[in-house]
Each structure stands twice: as structure tokens, then as C-alpha cells.
């Protein structure tokens, strides 16, 4: 009986510190970057819609520095690499904008979102051709994504992200 509390006793003392190393201060660190970051993003885009376009450039900034510190203790996510695309893109530099998209699509060739964005980019840059091959990834996903790049391309709608 022995044996089997003092079994016990270890087991539980084992799992207590499998579950406290799983909430370092590392991993919440990272993850509340990217969700601040993310949460900036949203905010951004509100007031890019209302032309208030400072306060959008405050929010991307502030956000693209997060999605950089959560991308170098956790690289090569491919959700961080888009944000990063995606920031970097809205506050002017389209070069290490899509080097980031590109860096994401490596990990996950079919992320819509990436996938979208950089069509958008392409766009943007006068890359048609490049846009329309975004376009092909993303025709068989049933998304959003496809919908919103396509009326880019054909012009029935303007870039808003």
C-alpha cells in the first residue's frame, strides 16, 4: 500500500510540473503578443475604414512590434508570418511585406489568409499576373478569401486591407 501511495505521490508531483512548465512566462508571453497584436489589427482596420488613417498607422506599427517579438520566440507560424505580411504591407513597405507572406507560405502553402493578402499586394504593385496565381491557390477553398481577392482583381472593389 505503501508502494502505491508513494507511486501516486510522484505521479501527482510529475504532473503538477509538466502543467506549470506549459505556462511559462515564455509561452503566455508569446501568445498575448500575438493576441494583442491581432486585437491592434482588428482596431486598425475599424479606423482605416472611417479614414481616421493615423490612428490605423499607430495601431499597425504597435502591432507589427508585437507579431515581431512573438515571431522570434515562437518562428515560423504561419498565422504570425501573415500578420507580419499584413502590417508591414499597410505601413508602407511592400518588399519585407511579402518576403514575410512568402516566409508563410513556405510553412503552409494554402493558408487562405496569406494567400489573399499577398494577391492583394500584388495588386497593389502592379503584379497582376502574380495576383491571379493567389487566386488560383484559393479557388478550390470555398472561402472568403477567394471572393474578396477576386472582386480586387476585376476592380469591383478596392482594397480596404
Same mark, same amino acid.
Given at each position: 500500500?505503501?508502494?502505491?501511495? %508513494?507511486?501516486?505521490?510522484?505521479?501527482?508531483? #510529475?504532473?503538477?510540473? +509538466?502543467?506549470?512548465?506549459?505556462?511559462?512566462?515564455?509561452?503566455?508571453?508569446?501568445?498575448?503578443?500575438?493576441?494583442?497584436? %491581432?486585437?491592434? =489589427?482588428?482596431?486598425?482596420?475599424? %479606423?482605416? &475604414?472611417?479614414?481616421?488613417?493615423?490612428?490605423?498607422? &499607430?495601431? %499597425?506599427?504597435?502591432?507589427?512590434?508585437?507579431?515581431?517579438? +512573438?515571431?522570434?520566440?515562437?518562428?515560423?507560424?504561419?498565422?504570425?508570418?501573415?500578420?507580419?505580411?499584413?502590417?508591414?504591407?499597410?505601413?508602407?513597405?511592400?518588399? &519585407?511585406?511579402?518576403?514575410?507572406?512568402?516566409?508563410? #507560405?513556405? =510553412?503552409?502553402?494554402?493558408?487562405?489568409? =496569406?494567400?489573399?493578402?499577398?494577391?492583394?499586394?500584388?495588386?497593389?504593385?502592379?503584379?497582376?499576373?502574380?495576383?491571379?496565381?493567389?487566386?488560383?491557390? #484559393?479557388?478550390?477553398?470555398?472561402?472568403?478569401?477567394?471572393?474578396?481577392?477576386?472582386?480586387? =482583381?476585376?476592380?469591383?472593389?478596392?482594397?480596404?486591407?
Amino acid at each position: 500500500m505503501k508502494k502505491l501511495i %508513494y507511486t501516486l505521490l510522484i505521479i501527482i508531483a #510529475l504532473t503538477n510540473n +509538466s502543467f506549470s512548465a506549459g505556462t511559462s512566462s515564455d509561452t503566455s508571453d508569446d501568445s498575448s503578443s500575438y493576441k494583442k497584436a %491581432y486585437n491592434l =489589427i482588428k482596431t486598425a482596420k475599424k %479606423y482605416e &475604414k472611417k479614414g481616421k488613417t493615423d490612428k490605423a498607422q &499607430k495601431r %499597425y506599427a504597435k502591432a507589427q512590434k508585437l507579431l515581431l517579438k +512573438s515571431n522570434k520566440k515562437k518562428p515560423l507560424q504561419a498565422d504570425t508570418l501573415n500578420y507580419l505580411g499584413f502590417t508591414t504591407r499597410k505601413l508602407g513597405d511592400y518588399e &519585407k511585406g511579402e518576403e514575410f507572406y512568402l516566409q508563410g #507560405l513556405q =510553412i503552409e502553402p494554402n493558408h487562405s489568409g =496569406i494567400n489573399e493578402y499577398l494577391g492583394e499586394l500584388y495588386v497593389t504593385t502592379n503584379r497582376m499576373d502574380l495576383a491571379k496565381e493567389r487566386l488560383n491557390v #484559393l479557388k478550390s477553398c470555398n472561402c472568403k478569401e477567394y471572393k474578396q481577392l477576386k472582386e480586387i =482583381i476585376e476592380g469591383t472593389k478596392k482594397s480596404k486591407y
